[in-house]
């Protein structure tokens, strides 16, 4: 009697199951490390993976001739202080499988395109400061100083955007009536 050979196969491939989601590192106020595992059931070679940003497709990457395939990307352009939201999307000759969502928000900067403060003389003694928030926030504003000739006039939280120089704080810092001069804002 003569052996046979074994007879050797495999299972058709499936849509891949159970992926993880992205593992997100801050960078900075504008970059985002995104990076991924495999799933842990392929049902076949990995292809591709897409990776998407609020659901918009930011990076593809595919298996190259030697096996291998990407699982890192760096997000660069991102805007200071802002919550990013990603996912991965694995792909097979079957099908494909999203990830549930990862969430990272970026660090913020410092403020931008902040104006001089508006200055409205109310008396001889006193004066109404105004201001707008900055263009470029780069993150949440926590506060705004209003400053006289480099003297904290005042100083206080995100919605305050108008205050009263009042006449006793110019008088005791021993400054000469109000002017129009040597007020500036500073927002963080």
């Known amino acids: 009697m003569h052996a046979k050979p074994p007879v050797t196969g495999r299972t058709d491939d499936a849509p891949p199951t159970d992926l993880d989601p992205p593992v997100l590192r801050v960078l900075g106020s ?9 799933p842990r059931n392929p049902n076949g070679v990995i292809a591709s993976y897409d ?47 999203e990830s549930p969502p ?35 926030p780069n993150g949440r504003i926590a506060n705004y100083s209003l400053y006289r000739n480099d003297s904290l006039a005042y100083s206080g939280g995100p919605d305050q955007l108008t205050y009263t120089v009042p006449g006793q704080f110019l008088h005791a810092l021993h400054l000469p009536p109000p002017s129009l001069h040597g007020q500036r804002l500073r927002a963080y």
């Open 30 to 38: 504008t970059g985002i490390e995104v990076s991924w595992s495999p």
């Open 102 to 136: 990862a969430t990272a928000r970026t660090y913020s900067s410092s403020p931008s395109g902040l104006a001089p403060p508006t200055l409205e003389p109310l008396s001889s003694t006193a004066i109404r400061a105004s201001w707008t928030p900055p263009i470029n």
């Open 51 to 97: 990776v998407r940003r609020g659901g918009q497709l930011v990076f593809t990457t595919a298996i190259n001739p030697a096996g291998n395939i990407q699982n890192t990307y760096t997000d660069y352009g991102l805007r200071p202080g802002e919550e990013y939201t990603y996912t991965i999307i694995a792909r097979n000759s079957k099908g494909s499988i």
